[in-house]
């Protein structure tokens, strides 16, 4: 075990933080699912043209794609808040050999090569766990824009009758 140090205090801080922001991915995931699932209802109950198909079908790739990543988010949310809570306890362990640990479990579990992986340090997961809330945004973008794009066709539409 490391003693507590300035260091480990930051590595708390910083896995604290990166749960907590990666957190906010599962209010986007609601939002998500509810676009879904009225894109979805759109396109088995309501008579639509080829264009409101297409784009109603951009949108529940895009709601898919969103489920993707915010599973993706929640996994690495619970991982950094569990490196939180053990790196800020009275008895912190030592990250860096938590990090090498959680490295070969996933080599063991996932089956990864047999060639030893280089450990990644703490900062270089906070930039890839962000990118994936990012991914999860955009996603979340693509599909709000598509569904936005069916009624505004829809009402192009009704309005040119």
Do not use: K, N
């Not at 409101?52 to 489920?67: H, I, N, P, T, Y």
């Amino acid at each position: 075990m490391a003693p507590d140090t300035p260091e480990t205090r930051q590595d708390a801080a910083t896995a604290a933080l990166t749960a907590a922001t990666l957190g906010q991915g599962r209010r986007l995931d609601l939002l998500s699912l509810a676009l879904l699932l009225l894109a979805l209802a759109t396109l088995l109950l309501a008579a639509t043209g080829l264009t409101e198909r297409s784009l109603l079908g951009v949108s529940v790739a895009a709601g898919l794609v969103q489920r993707y990543y915010a599973t993706r988010c929640d996994l690495d949310a619970r991982l950094f808040a569990h490196w939180a809570a053990c790196w800020s306890s009275l008895w912190a362990p030592d990250p860096q050999a938590d990090l090498v640990a959680f490295d070969q479990a996933l080599t063991s579990v996932f089956g990864a090569e047999d060639a030893p992986i280089p450990p990644r340090p703490l900062a270089d997961r906070v930039r890839g766990a962000l990118r994936l809330l990012r991914h999860q945004s955009i996603a979340l973008a693509i599909q709000l824009a598509a569904i936005l794009g069916t009624l505004l066709s829809h009402l192009s539409q009704t309005g040119s009758t």
